[in-house]
């Protein structure tokens, strides 16, 4: 069993819509919990990370933490074509700092979003 | 100008041929990073180093080499390409400290690299 498992997709949704991503772990070391997202011929880009349980919002986009259910969420509100990209969770026992925070990387959504 | 680049961005070669990858980066990071991305895999951890004179395994190492020439160049080595090789290669960077001590190691990832073996 992979520590994090995250449904492929692909997604398609209309403009607009509200789109749901979301990754289960079973590793429950982990405290930091991050979205990166990556375009078409391009590397990932950190997106935004929540530290341990709780909601975080950034705009059109939230991230939500379960630890006791080890499942986290991204929700995209009122998404837009230039959302369309892989999106990719990744989770760390460890922060930064002299320490080293080993990412573990979920499988990646793709999603379209069309006009 | 991006702050970490890859050479080659594509390259088809054959089996049993031996391949270089070539990182560079402008953003001062002492952590580096090698990743092979595959189709339903996500990105895994092939080697990283903390500075020139520390290199360490990652997760799937058999069969890659690396070479740490100064802080801002990691080179990625296949010394005899097999066609399981075939992946997207990313290199990427970090800073520990930029989150402050509280927040993730964020990594920086450059362009990537295609890499065919036929």
């Known amino acids: 069993q992979k520590e994090v498992e995250q449904d492929p997709g692909p997604l398609s949704v209309p403009e607009g819509a509200i789109v749901s991503l979301n990754c289960t772990y079973s590793n429950s070391a982990f405290q930091y919990f991050m979205w990166y997202r990556q375009y078409s011929r391009k590397g990932p880009e950190l997106l935004m990370y929540?530290?341990?349980?709780g909601n975080k919002e950034d705009g059109r986009f939230t991230a939500q933490v379960d630890k006791s259910s080890k499942y986290i969420s991204l929700f995209i509100r009122d998404s837009q074509p230039s959302d369309s990209a892989t999106y990719l969770c990744a989770m760390s026992a460890v922060g930064g700092g002299t320490s080293y925070g080993k990412l573990t990387f979920g499988q990646g959504t793709i999603l379209t979003v069309h006009p | 100008d991006a702050d970490v680049t890859q050479t080659p961005r594509n390259r088809i070669t054959k089996t049993g041929k031996r391949i270089m990858l070539e990182c560079s980066q402008t953003?001062?990071?002492?952590?580096m990073y090698w990743y092979r991305q595959d189709p339903g895999l996500g990105l895994r951890l092939i080697y990283y180093?903390?500075?020139?004179?520390?290199?360490n395994k990652g997760e799937i190492s058999d069969g890659y080499s690396v070479s740490r020439q100064a802080q801002a160049k990691f080179s990625l080595s296949l010394e005899s390409a097999i066609p399981n090789q075939t992946a997207l290669y990313f290199c990427?960077?970090?800073?520990?400290?930029?989150?402050?001590?509280?927040?993730?190691?964020?990594?920086?990832f450059g362009p990537g690299t295609r890499l065919t073996v036929l």
């Open positions: 180093s903390f500075d020139v004179k520390d290199i």
């Open positions: 953003k001062g990071h002492d952590r």
């Open positions: 929540t530290y341990s349980s």
């Open positions: 990427a960077t970090s800073d520990p400290f930029y989150t402050g001590q509280h927040g993730p190691d964020t990594q920086y």
